[in-house]
């Protein structure tokens, strides 16, 4: 028998930050395929420069706007919980 778990819709969302000691021009989100109900995920996070140029030891801070839905750790893993839409956001270095 095959199970079908209800998808989880991710939305992934920047905000400006603070400014940390390199430039952070960017901040590039993703997230690999479909989100399931029960899914524990990374989300990738690359801070570049203005050149383009990956910026190394930025922290990332994230946050979600539906927790009951699916929520983010520090590290930058989406657990969803259950059915429904969430916007996960992260912030870093002004972007």
């Given at each position: 028998?095959?199970?079908?778990r ?9 905000v ?8 952070v ?71």
């Open positions: 028998m095959t199970v079908v209800p998808l989880v819709s991710v939305l992934l969302l920047l400006p930050g603070a400014a940390v000691a390199q430039a021009d960017t901040l590039e989100l993703a997230v690999a395929g479909a989100v399931a109900e029960g899914d524990s995920v990374p989300i990738r996070a690359v801070a570049r420069d203005s050149a383009g140029r990956e910026v190394s030891g930025v922290p990332i801070n994230w946050f979600s706007n539906a927790p009951a839905v699916g929520d983010i750790l520090p590290n930058g893993t989406l657990v969803a919980y259950r059915a429904g839409r969430v916007a996960i956001g992260a912030f870093a270095g002004g972007k």
